[in-house]
């Protein structure tokens, strides 16, 4: 069996949960049974629906927090009569609004929000309990009760206090008590004292064995790697890297600082039976770091962390001076550039359209910056979108981003013939551009101003629409994208399990 722990679920869906898809996808058509292990909450939404969502099937899911339970991952089946009839009390008025349903009792101090899966269904997500005006309880469903969190008023907040996880038939299979940023979990046979504790007690679990594979996919700093690695025992590790793995800038001849997402994997490489980059260019520097810093030589393995399940061409001409960007709305995506460097080139190229795709943070700011520049009418937010049909109806890709370790949607552009702009930075750009045959590179530093780098990108807007033979470009991006059709891939991870 091959396990994949996650211990994040970027609830924008970015590039780290994709990768994640794409090698599901792979591991299914070589046949290999897997799971993958999600640690965090889902309080706004069930995870079955948002890892459905995304790609997932049910089967290939454990979730920590039921992973003790005898409840399985289930769409919402919960029904307002069935909670309704769990009230006993039918002496009450119904209000709605949108997907959230209140039930008011006029002769007692409490009411019930019913938070429903969609506006138009009676499937019931959650419900709160209020007593007073104070939330006291939220019970979670899907086709039972599957966890409920009790609240108690401090300072004027909720304050929650305890959850509590159940067994389909109502039995409480444990609880967790948070005290602050204290939490301890209590089972019928024994008390852990740290979520980490929980963590490695889960993997501990599973009775891994020396044929099973364990691929830790977020090394983030708040994990107890040492923890995961006890808990795994005798399976062998692989640890995935998908951001740069160390600081530059704090790097020399003697002394390297590694990432701190990454530090403790990187500093115990004998813990780690491989480790896998998505790209050679990563690769070959992490091997040479090694060398140089720990004299060390493990197992490095370089596996692109998607692939194209093949190439998209349009069905008809491609949108004029058309470009697209897609990514998490957030800030290190540098997008507000992007804006207003289309605004600039706008001013040289009057056909010039900018269609961003992604959710995220930012999301007003940019909203109200397209605003302020008065481009509503050739920059449109489009929101989160399945994009595998829709980049070939563009002419160009263009990315404002300073660090994209592999780029799943540069490799979905190339895949969709399209040429790319982007800055000269490690690692994804400098693979998916070749300059002048497909795109061009903007030079970059880190001591660069917000207008140098705006201005960069309008100059090679301009020249893509006023220079290049797009032809000859969308032809180069075509045989560029060759290598990440998903066969290639999956010979890849195919020589690495099978050397397991």
């Not at 008025?93 to 938070?115: D, L, M």
């Not at 020396?210 to 040492?226: M, P, Q, R, T």
């Amino acid at each position: 069996m091959i396990y994949s722990i996650h211990h994040n679920l970027n609830w924008l869906k970015g590039g780290l949960e994709y990768a994640q898809v794409y090698r599901a996808k792979i591991l299914r058509r070589l046949g290999l049974d897997a799971k993958f292990i999600f640690y965090e909450m889902f309080p706004a939404d069930n995870i079955q629906h948002v890892m459905e969502e995304i790609g997932f099937q049910d089967s290939e899911i454990i979730w920590l927090n039921t992973v003790f339970t005898d409840c399985r991952i289930s769409p919402i089946t919960y029904t307002l009569e069935q909670m309704e009839n769990a009230l006993g009390d039918k002496k009450y008025i119904v209000s709605r609004k949108g997907t959230v349903i209140k039930y008011t009792f006029p002769e007692k101090n409490i009411y019930y929000n019913a938070y429903l899966e969609n506006d138009t269904g009676d499937r019931v997500h959650r419900v709160e309990l209020i007593s007073n005006g104070c939330l006291i309880r939220r019970d979670y469903y899907t086709y039972c009760r599957i966890y409920s969190e009790y609240f108690a008023p401090l300072n004027g907040y909720a304050h929650l206090y305890q959850r509590r996880f159940f067994n389909e038939d109502g039995s409480v299979a444990f609880e967790e008590i948070i005290d602050s940023q204290n939490v301890m979990y209590k089972f019928p046979d024994r008390i852990l004292y740290s979520r980490d504790e929980l963590v490695e007690y889960m993997l501990s679990s599973l009775k891994l064995t020396e044929s099973d594979i364990v691929l830790i996919d977020s090394g983030a700093s708040k994990i107890d790697l040492a923890g995961i690695i006890r808990g795994i025992s005798l399976a062998k590790i692989g640890f995935i890297i998908h951001s740069n793995h160390f600081i530059e800038y704090r790097a020399d001849s003697d002394w390297v600082r590694w990432n701190p997402y990454y530090e403790y994997a990187l500093s115990h490489p004998g813990q780690i039976d491989f480790f896998v980059m998505s790209t050679e260019a990563q690769s070959s520097l992490l091997k040479s770091q090694f060398l140089r810093y720990l004299n060390a030589a493990p197992r490095i393995m370089t596996v692109p962390v998607g692939g194209l399940d093949r190439l998209r061409y349009p069905k008809t001409l491609r949108k004029k001076c058309s470009l697209i960007t897609a990514s998490r709305l957030s800030e290190e995506k540098h997008i507000d550039w992007v804006i207003d460097a289309v605004a600039e080139a706008r001013k040289v190229l009057p056909e010039l359209t900018l269609d961003i795709y992604g959710k995220g943070y930012e999301g007003e700011n940019l909203r109200d910056q397209i605003d302020r520049l008065h481009c509503n009418g050739y920059v449109r937010l489009c929101g989160h979108k399945n994009l595998d049909e829709v980049y070939q109806d563009y002419e160009a890709y263009i990315s404002g981003s300073i660090g994209e370790t592999f780029g799943l949607t540069l490799m979905e552009a190339i895949g969709s013939g399209l040429p790319i702009i982007g800055f000269d930075v490690r690692y994804g750009n400098q693979i998916f551009i070749d300059e002048e045959k497909n795109g061009y590179k903007i030079p970059w530093k880190p001591t660069m101003k917000r207008r140098e780098c705006i201005q960069g990108l309008t100059n090679c807007i301009i020249r893509l629409f006023t220079e290049a033979n797009l032809v000859s470009f969308q032809k180069h991006s075509y045989e560029k994208s060759k290598a990440y059709l998903t066969g290639e891939v999956e010979k890849k991870w195919r020589d690495i399990l099978s050397r397991m």
